[in-house]
């Protein structure tokens, strides 16, 4: 095959080429970020939750009476539901598994420029762990004299934490965490580490992170007009769907509150990653279609290629090409100009991957899932032309003659 006449030819169609070259490029681009956006979130999907999330109730309330008193109503609360049938225990709590808010950042030392890493806060009472149905890694679990039971006017700070056994890792490495201090903000008291958990799911933004384990539980229940604690309820197996609503008819026994949510973790985890799976499948749907659009584009374009080449073309079958070499030119000068696409389409995606990673601190795409994109839009662009290549291989020697 010679090269030296493809080149000629795509230089005295530099506009064409370009377009081709362009096409192929967004494409890659788009299929790649779409591709690996779905498969990540499919990961995720298959990650252990380390909780027993069908048979854990979330219930969101909110007093609107700011003449209620909360100590009472929470102390009430949790007698109420400890009271049905078919609950096992309940805590108080701020964040919720799979909806953990805004990561804070720990320190282990309190000097300005100390490294700050990523976690999420779970506040809840004595029965926190026994509720999430968690196991002691290393050390011990609370005990009621270290809960902070307060309004957030007069809350004192605690003084120990327990953490998971991913965020030991990350601060700790194999070295134990137990009787070692932290600092839970820049210029706070330090805390203690008594205890080492099994890991459960924070939420999306430490999620889509790589950090989906990284959670600290503190020993308090705090409450404040505007921001109540929500509640986790552990009940018996099967039955959270039926306690639904002697759960709720419990809470309403206080007056001036409203509910506004109540639901099994379950359906808290599904919609952590509605989402992300929404985007990833809307991505590839609008990928597949510009992949439709420049293959057709593609197939458009050699064929207006060939409509101006057709006396070129006859003087190559006169001088004794064969079928095959014609169409084996138009594969061959597809091809340079679909890899010419795929690698600056490789570099604009890997340009947004590092754009992400600056970001966030983790980049969700993989240099082999970009591989294999590029395989598949190089196969599309050669479906492509095969046609209007096979058409070209069939212009008659002949024309020369007719054209002259």
């Not at 309004?151 to 003084?159: D, F, G, L, R």
């Not at 593609?298 to 079958?317: E, Y």
Request: glycine share 6%; hydrophobic share 45%; charged share 15%.
């Amino acid at each position: 095959m010679e090269f030296r006449p493809i080149l000629l030819s795509l230089k005295q169609n530099k506009f064409l080429s370009l377009l081709i070259s362009v096409q192929v490029m967004l494409t890659v681009t788009v299929l790649s970020i779409a591709t690996s956006i779905t498969v990540e979130t499919l990961k995720a999907w298959n990650m252990p939750s380390g909780l027993d999330h069908e048979n854990i109730v979330s219930v969101r309330t909110q007093f609107f009476d700011p003449e209620v008193n909360l100590a009472n109503a929470i102390v009430n609360d949790v007698n109420r539901i400890k009271q049905i049938p078919g609950v096992i225990e309940v805590t108080p709590n701020q964040e919720i598994p799979f909806d953990a808010g805004r990561p804070s950042k720990v320190y282990l030392s309190s000097e300005q420029d100390a490294e700050g890493f990523d976690t999420n806060f779970f506040d809840m009472n004595v029965d926190g762990h026994k509720v999430l149905g968690l196991t002691l890694i290393a050390g011990r679990f609370f005990n009621q004299t270290e809960v902070i039971q307060s309004s957030a006017e007069q809350a004192t700070p605690v003084s120990v934490v327990m953490i998971s056994q991913d965020m030991a890792k990350e601060l700790f490495k194999d070295h134990s965490p137990l009787g070692k201090t932290l600092y839970l903000a820049k210029e706070s008291q330090p805390v203690q580490i008594i205890g080492v958990y099994s890991n459960f799911m924070n939420g999306e933004r430490l999620n889509g992170r790589g950090k989906s384990y990284h959670t600290i539980m503190r020993p308090q229940v705090i409450w404040q007009h505007g921001n109540n604690p929500n509640y986790l309820i552990k009940v018996e197996q099967g039955s959270a769907a039926s306690l639904f609503e002697p759960i709720t008819q419990a809470l309403y026994q206080t007056p001036g509150r409203y509910i506004y949510g109540i639901e099994k973790l379950t359906r808290t985890q599904k919609r952590m990653y509605d989402g992300r799976g929404s985007q990833g499948a809307i991505l590839l749907v609008v990928s597949l279609v510009l992949v439709l659009i420049a293959g057709f584009g593609v197939a458009g374009l050699v064929s207006f290629l060939i409509t101006q080449r057709q006396k070129q073309i006859g003087i190559r079958r006169a001088l004794g090409a064969t079928k095959w070499s014609v169409i084996r030119y138009f594969i061959v000068e597809n091809s340079m100009l679909t890899i010419f696409g795929l690698l600056m389409g490789t570099l604009l995606t890997m340009l947004f991957s590092y754009l992400m990673t600056q970001g966030s601190g983790q980049s969700f795409l993989s240099f082999s899932q970009v591989l294999y994109c590029s395989v598949f839009i190089w196969l599309i662009n050669i479906a492509a032309v095969w046609l209007p290549a096979r058409r070209a291989a069939k212009v008659s020697p002949a024309i020369v003659t007719r054209s002259a």
